[in-house]
């Protein structure tokens, strides 16, 4: 089985055991941990679950939304085949609108204004290009590899207001060791059954290529957990993946376009022809409802 898959199903297992029952802004509560640490050598692993299908090339389109094309534009990621984001869009006259489950009754709303629309506000790629924050880390990293101040953050305070959804994962340290690339990921907020296995595969991808680009190799990725919880409506599902572990199978490899030598040259269209996994193998998909 892969790592991943075993470290995994034991932050499960601790939080059905262990969480605390918490009530949050989403209406649908949790059993939460704090804080929960995990640690992937890159360089000896490619970290995905196998126990359940994780669709990564959604998952690497959307973190190349972020940091390769800098945007909040929703529109954008429909176009590519990515849907994660549809409940976050504001709508054309400047409300973002939260409705109950019927689809037709509003929960809650809140005006961003006419220039929002379609985009999830000042956050995420808004963030990284209003302060060209990945610009700057690749400078630092092919310039100046001993620096220890290598911090892309995608909160800021001065935006928040005006972001639909405040950065889960907020902050990423970056660190050169004997020509090795190292990250350290710290997310506020962790939905572990849906959201955690997609943000661990976009961060690996990430690090593999700011690696290539920049001449290192992968090394270590620690992530650093505030607030790891499962949702009550998620239990089953959760059961259901662990309950898979016995079966896990290998992880797969991941392949990068090798002439690729400029991160803002790697495919970001819906085909994502530069970056693939091979041999991938899972249990399928496992279907949760977001809480919104």
């Known amino acids: 089985m892969s790592k991943f898959d075993f470290e995994y199903a034991k932050l499960c297992n601790y939080i059905l055991n262990e969480g605390v029952y918490c009530r949050n802004r989403t209406g649908i509560n949790t059993y939460a941990v704090t804080p ?15 126990i359940k299908k994780v669709a990564y090339k959604s998952a690497i389109k959307e973190m190349l939304w972020f940091y390769q094309m800098q945007s909040n534009d929703v529109r954008e990621l ?8 549809n409940e976050w869009e504001v709508d054309e006259d400047g409300w973002y609108r939260i409705y109950e489950k019927d689809g037709t009754t509003i929960k809650s709303q809140k ?30 990293l092919k310039n100046n590899p001993d620096d220890r101040r290598m911090v892309m953050s995608l909160w800021q305070d001065a935006h928040l207001d005006t972001a639909v ?7 990423t340290t970056w660190r050169v060791l004997d020509g090795k690339l190292n990250v350290v990921v710290n997310q506020r907020s962790c939905d572990v059954f849906l959201g955690f296995p997609f943000n661990v595969t976009q961060y690996a991808v990430l690090l593999h290529m700011l ?4 001449g290192y190799k992968p090394g270590k990725m620690t992530w650093v957990i505030s607030d790891a919880h499962i949702y009550e409506n998620h239990i089953e599902q959760v059961k259901k993946a662990i309950g898979n572990l016995d079966k896990a199978y290998p992880a797969p490899k991941l392949c990068l376009n ?20 091979e041999n991938y193998q899972n249990h399928g998909s496992i279907t949760a409802e977001v809480a919104i």
């Open 111 to 140: 005006h961003f204004g006419e220039e929002y629309a379609h985009t999830i506000g000042t956050a995420y790629g808004w963030i990284v290009n209003n302060y060209g924050l990945i610009d700057k880390l690749i400078d630092k």
């Open 165 to 171: 959804l405040p950065s889960c994962v907020w902050s």
């Open 258 to 277: 090798p002439e690729i030598k400029d991160f803002y040259d790697f495919d970001n269209s819906k085909e994502l022809k530069d970056i693939w996994l």
């Open 211 to 214: 690696a290539q680009v920049t």
């Open 36 to 50: 929960y640490v995990m640690q992937f050598d890159l360089e000896e692993e490619f970290p995905i679950l196998t």
């Open 78 to 85: 429909r176009e590519r085949g990515v849907k994660v984001w």
